[in-house]
């Protein structure tokens, strides 16, 4: 590491040139006189420069003081900003949600709004990954996979029963989509032909024109006019209700997956904040199977 001299010097050091008094400074920091004074005698002598000049009532910073003073309170504010952001009350009560990116862009953040309407004092953290094993269930309030709820060492709550439906540029739809130029999404290669099959029709006998990882690069692909997609109605609704300019070009047929709520096997009891929201999430998902 770089040169860096005591923190607790600069501390000093930077309450100091404030106040141009060493008694005002022991009385912010909870130290004696003699301690600010010593602690800048040690960074004054680190330096190998005088950082103050001392007259007979009052003390005056140096050209070198002045300057480095700027730059030691902007560097203390960083970190006390920091600190406050990442470990202060605030974020102690911030509900954490991890989920997929696809189901994080096109489920979660397209409700949240709703949640926070109900409980504006919760702070929210959505955070995306690609993969299920991306992380521990410990580590969030709140984990929702897609899946078949058979993840070993986690206990699994079923929501959801999706359907599976194939999308389109606005405007492009066509009958079982007109041999249309397919997308695949890694992981789920097979939909393409469980779409085909459950509508009684012969799959293209042609490689896929692109194969990207997420639901939300294949609608971007969709979007430009790149060619068709399946993907969960659920997300294809939200995605038209966000404005995508899309459009569902066929039936929907059921999917074998479901999305899950995901605990550690020993989990500790759940904050007041994720109970909250999973009460919530039960709620809308009812309210919509209704609807």
């Known amino acids: 590491m770089d040169r860096l001299p005591n923190p607790a010097w600069l501390r000093s050091f930077e309450s100091a040139a ?7 400074t022991a009385q912010e920091l909870g130290l004696t006189q003699t301690a600010v004074s010593l602690h800048i005698r040690s960074l004054e002598a680190e330096l190998g420069q005088k950082l103050f000049t001392r007259n007979a009532r009052r003390l005056e910073l140096t050209e070198l003081g002045q300057s480095y ?5 902007r560097a203390l504010s960083d970190i006390a900003l920091s600190t406050n952001s990442l470990f202060g009350p605030a974020s102690r009560q911030t509900l954490t949600i991890r989920a997929a990116i696809s189901t994080a862009t096109y489920w979660v953040a397209a409700e949240l709004s709703d949640f926070s309407a109900r409980h504006p004092d919760i702070p929210v953290r959505l955070v995306s990954h690609i993969w299920n094993d991306s992380g521990k269930p410990g580590d969030v309030d709140v984990e929702l996979r897609l899946g078949y709820g058979d993840w070993p060492g986690v206990r699994s709550e079923k929501l959801t029963d999706e359907r599976l439906v194939p999308v389109c540029r606005a405007g492009d739809g066509s009958p079982i989509l007109n041999n249309g130029p397919l997308i695949h999404i890694l992981g789920y290669e097979d939909n393409w032909a469980r779409y085909f099959q459950a509508n009684g029709t012969a799959p293209p006998d042609q490689p896929p024109r692109f194969s990207v990882d997420t639901t939300v690069a294949a609608l ?14 659920r997300f294809a609704k939200n995605a038209i209700r966000q404005g995508a ?16 709520l995901v605990s550690a096997q020993r989990a500790a009891q759940p904050t007041a904040a994720a109970g909250l929201f999973c009460a919530w999430l039960r709620d809308r998902l009812a309210t919509d199977a209704a609807d």
């Open 18 to 24: 404030r106040h141009l008094n060493f008694t005002t």
């Open 69 to 73: 003073s700027l730059t030691v309170r």
């Open 220 to 233: 971007q692909l969709v979007m430009a006019g790149a060619g068709y997609a399946t993907i969960l109605e």
């Open 245 to 260: 300019p899309i459009a569902i070009a066929g039936p929907a047929i059921p999917f074998a997956q479901s999305h899950y």
